[in-house]
């Protein structure tokens, strides 16, 4: 490894990562690189990395921004495959330094150099000792240095080394640190799926400010690594979201929001999620499915535990009748022998009681998580507890976590107790829910592996023209399979009401005009109407300077938004309540495009009014298997669409029996390709 801008002078940053290479044991060849000095902290320096004994395997390029150029040159030259930049001075201080940024990475790229940088603080490869950073973490006078699973990559450096400490000092070991720093060649998801393949890889870990790639994001989650992201910014994009059109709704922070769920990565909401998440990962046992026991001898912490399951996508599963029956006679009459499984604080003067039951609870096949709620217990007995947890969990190989709700003076040992059975804990029931749930997305989630939805033949690539009228989009859209109500344009008072007669008598008359995409604001919608009066309401729509369209009125029904459009992630398809709903209670679910078999459930799955769908004071239910085939084939026509365009069907009507696409608006952005 190459240190260039590496240096003895006390305090300096470049002296840094010699000193700490040397002092925890480096495992390779350290080569100082300084023109100025034959020797730096005992060992040979070189002029330049030429000059240095190769080959190098990693570079560390510590000096001022404008001699960063001519290190990477030096680096190219040598043969480095890969450097990092620790320096400052590029993007991050305007256009000036954005162009010498543009210009190390052009150089590095023509000669095969990869970068991690610029304006970060460095890696560290805890297994090997690899210390290519000048983080003050590892000034400190005792490190733990045990190597572990745990990946942690962070494009801020000093919050992702601060991570990094504070999982240290939990007691979690991480494998690896990196810092991307500006993630001008390198991203930190790159990072991170490189890390995903190393075999002693349990779990990855990472602080995002930055909209990652997603193809390396869907090759992350095919990885079956459990992930965990907290990523800035959520408040601001939030704000964003006023309109009730698709395109405002769909903001990118939303859409990430969606892409996470969609591959099964989990948002953390700040550093001790974070981190309690990797408590998760780094556990030896991976859950079937998201079905979870909870074994408690405090029946506080039982219900505490059912209510946060309630929130998470898990379920309190209701147990084998054989397993209740078995636990009825194991558990007293004064506890509870239904999940919750409330053995109460019996187990202090019989311990046999948390063996039996989590024996009987392990067994059954409707459980594939196990979380274990104890309070205020002291000295051995927790101890015992701890062996029964660790047992179970080895035995029948089903995660266990643990929520240990009491403080640590009772039982000193017990968090390395669990530890070292492999056992996470938390001190709060809530906590560990949140932790088995990211476990559970981890497991189950990978939606970048399942089979996309297919397009219709002939389908696949049918794009509308810029100008698209509604009766065009909605041949488009019937052609791929989305329902749309019968009708045709019109173009007289005459074929008004013979068209009107054709669907029943009864009609909705809509004003087709070019570049009128609220109709209904503009008094370009009738409703209700009759053979009767279809010619004078022809006259009156026909004066807004277009021709009508005439179609069945549909009945009743609940009413969505449901609308595609392209972001810098991909194309985006979003999912809500419509009417006057969307705005108000902002309740929209997004995936990217292509959705995959589970995905348009999903979605409904968490909107908040998805009960309207299932039929409220005598209103019979919607047909939810309609919508569901409605959005996976709208996935289907347009997700090889190409940028610059927002596609939005408002209102869609789901009905008893069916649903159907009641209007429909296509736009282009300014300069995107029609």
């Known amino acids: 490894m190459a240190v260039i801008g590496a240096t003895e002078r006390p305090g300096a940053l470049g002296r840094k990562p010699v000193d700490y290479l040397l002092r925890y044991g480096y495992e390779g060849r350290i080569l100082p690189v300084n023109p100025k000095s034959p020797q730096i902290l005992g060992l040979p320096a070189y002029r330049s990395v030429r000059e240095a004994p190769g ?5 560390l390029i510590m000096v001022s921004a404008e001699r960063v150029p001519a290190a990477v040159d030096d680096c190219v030259a040598a043969g480095v495959p890969v450097a990092i930049i620790a320096s400052s001075g590029f993007a991050e201080t305007g ?50 240095f045990e190597p572990g699973g745990l990946a942690v990559v962070s494009q801020s450096g000093a919050l992702g080394f601060g991570v990094a400490s504070l999982a240290l000092e939990r007691g979690l070991r991480p494998g690896w640190v990196v810092s991307t720093g500006s993630d001008a060649d390198v991203t930190a998801i790159e990072v991170l799926r490189a890390l995903a393949e190393e075999p002693g890889c349990t779990g990855l870990l990472a602080y995002l400010e930055t ?30 979201a006023a309109a ?4 405002a709704l769909a903001t990118d922070d939303r859409v990430l929001d969606g892409a996470l769920r969609q591959y099964g990565i989990t948002r953390a909401t700040d550093v001790d999620d974070l981190l309690d998440m990797g408590r998760a990962f780094s556990g030896p046992h991976r859950p079937r499915g998201r079905r979870v026991a909870v074994v408690t001898t405090s029946g506080g912490s039982g219900i505490l535990a059912a209510d946060a399951i309630a929130e998470q996508d898990l379920e309190l599963t209701p147990l084998a009748d054989e397993t209740r029956r078995q636990l009825a006679e194991i558990v007293p009459p004064f506890g509870s022998a239904e999940n919750p499984i409330d053995i109460t604080a019996t187990v202090l003067s019989d311990p046999s009681l948390l063996d039996r039951s989590l024996d009987t609870v392990a067994r ?19 101890d015992k507890a701890v062996r029964s947890f660790g047992r179970v969990a080895e035995q029948y190989g089903k995660p266990v976590l643990v929520a240990r709700t009491g403080a640590d003076f009772l039982a000193p040992d017990a ?22 749930a990211a476990l559970a997305r981890a497991a189950s989630g990978a939606g970048a592996t399942r089979p996309p939805v297919v397009a219709p033949p002939g389908t696949q690539h049918a794009v509308p023209a810029s100008d698209a009228t509604e009766p065009q989009l909605k041949r488009l859209l019937a052609a791929a399979g989305l329902p749309v109500p019968p009708g045709r344009e019109v173009s007289d008072a005459a074929e008004a009401t013979a068209a009107v007669a054709e669907l029943g008598g009864v009609a909705v008359l809509k004003a087709v005009v070019p570049g009128l995409l609220h109709k209904t604001e503009a008094g370009g919608v009738a409703v209700g109407v009759t053979t009767g009066e279809a010619a004078e309401v022809f006259a009156r729509l026909a004066a807004l300077g277009g021709t009508v369209l005439v179609e069945r009125q549909a009945p009743d029904g609940v009413e969505l938004i449901v609308g595609v459009r392209s972001t ?107």
């Open 568 to 674: 810098p992630l991909g194309n985006v398809l979003t999912v809500g309540l419509g009417g006057i709903f969307t705005e108000a209670l902002d309740d929209v679910a997004c995936r990217l495009l292509p959705l995959r078999e589970g995905d348009a459930a999903a979605m409904l799955g968490e909107l908040r009014g998805a009960r309207l769908l299932e039929g409220l004071r005598g209103r019979p239910a919607a047909d939810t298997a309609a919508l569901l085939r409605v959005l996976d084939s709208l996935s289907a026509l347009t997700t090889d669409w190409p940028t610059g365009f927002e596609l939005d069907l408002n209102p869609v009507r789901v009905l008893s029996d069916g649903a159907v696409v009641l209007d429909a608006a296509y736009t282009l952005s300014k300069g995107a390709a029609a």
């Open 364 to 382: 059954d096949d409707t459980v594939d998580m196990i979380i274990g709620c104890f309070c205020v217990m002291a000295g051995a007995d927790v």
């Open 55 to 59: 080959p190098v395997g990693l570079a």
């Open 244 to 247: 009730s059109h698709t395109g």
């Open 211 to 240: 909209v990652p790639d997603v193809t390396a994001l869907r090759e992350l989650a095919a990885s079956g690594k459990p992930v965990a992201l907290l990523k800035s910014g959520r408040s601001a994009a939030g704000s964003r």
């Open 415 to 436: 968090p390395a107790q669990l530890r070292a059975a492999g056992l996470p804990e938390y001190p709060s029931p809530a906590r560990a829910v949140r932790a088995a």
């Open 95 to 144: 256009a000036e330094g954005a162009a010498l940024q543009a210009e190390v990475v052009a150089r590095a790229r023509a000669g095969g150099l990869r970068l991690i940088g610029p304006n970060c603080i460095g890696a560290v490869g805890f297994h090997h000792r690899v210390l290519a950073t000048f983080s003050p973490l590892f000034m400190a006078e005792s490190v733990p």
